[in-house]
């Protein structure tokens, strides 16, 4: 299966990306009137974004998106920047055309657009929940750590890690795991070595959210 593209998050001036969360979607188009289908093959849920918490509030900065109705409405009252059509960007006249729906502002593409893309956004996200963002990837690791990939997470694939906790987008507690994981590695090196039964891997790289 292709890989994904990940959302990532600017934190203390070091970008991360989301390894997993609890609760809802950290953000949803939906609630904003609009339904993402799937861009390509390594962006199948057809959204992907940039986040940055500030002082403790998380921030949605830029969204790139496919609509399956080619409408696509203003987030925190700015518009569209550009439309990607076969990935090039449409120049300025040709962007996409400005109407109103039921009242509302909105972009409407044609079937040439592949994706949409809003930047310099400012909108607070109210998510609640946890997330764990990690950075750092670590590139030779044993064959066996795709198991535990496949069926949990992919953090022990990192050497730092973030638990944060958020409370209608503002965050209330920051944990850093990173040594604890470290300790799950070394421990997983001289205990089960290879005995890489699925079971196994799961139960010594779990660090629960």
Same mark, same amino acid.
């Given at each position: 299966m292709t890989e994904q593209i990940r959302d990532s998050y600017i934190y203390d @001036?070091?970008?991360?990306e989301l390894s997993e969360h609890?609760?809802?979607?950290?953000?949803?188009?939906?609630? &904003?009137?609009?339904?993402?289908?799937?861009i390509h093959t390594g962006c199948r849920r057809g959204y992907y974004a940039d986040f940055e918490i500030v002082n403790g509030i998380l921030y949605l900065r830029r969204l790139t998106i496919r609509d399956r109705n080619g409408r696509y409405y203003p987030l925190g009252g700015i518009g569209l920047i550009s439309a990607k059509v076969c990935q090039t960007v449409l120049p %300025? @006249?040709? +962007?996409? %055309?400005? !109407? $109103?729906?039921a009242g509302k502002t909105v972009y409407l593409a044609d079937e040439s657009v592949s994706a949409a893309v809003y930047s310099g956004l400012n909108l $607070?996200?109210?998510? !609640?929940g946890k997330m764990r963002l990690v950075n750092d990837h670590i590139d030779v690791l044993? &064959?066996?750590?795709?198991?535990?990939?496949?069926?949990?997470?992919d953090a022990h694939c990192y050497r730092k890690i973030l638990d944060l906790s958020v409370d209608r987008g503002v965050v209330v507690n920051v944990v850093d795991r990173s040594?604890?994981?470290?300790? $799950?590695?070394?421990? &997983? &090196? @001289? !205990?089960?070595?290879s005995n890489s039964e699925t079971e196994n891997v799961? +139960?010594?790289l779990r660090l629960e959210l």
């Open positions: @001036n070091e970008c991360y609890t609760g809802m979607d950290v953000f949803s188009p939906r609630d &904003y009137g609009m339904f993402p289908e799937m %300025k @006249n040709q +962007r996409l %055309k400005r !109407t $109103k729906l $607070k996200v109210p998510f !609640t044993p &064959y066996e750590f795709d198991l535990y990939m496949l069926f949990v997470s040594e604890e994981m470290e300790h $799950k590695r070394l421990e &997983y &090196y @001289n !205990t089960i070595g799961v +139960r010594c």
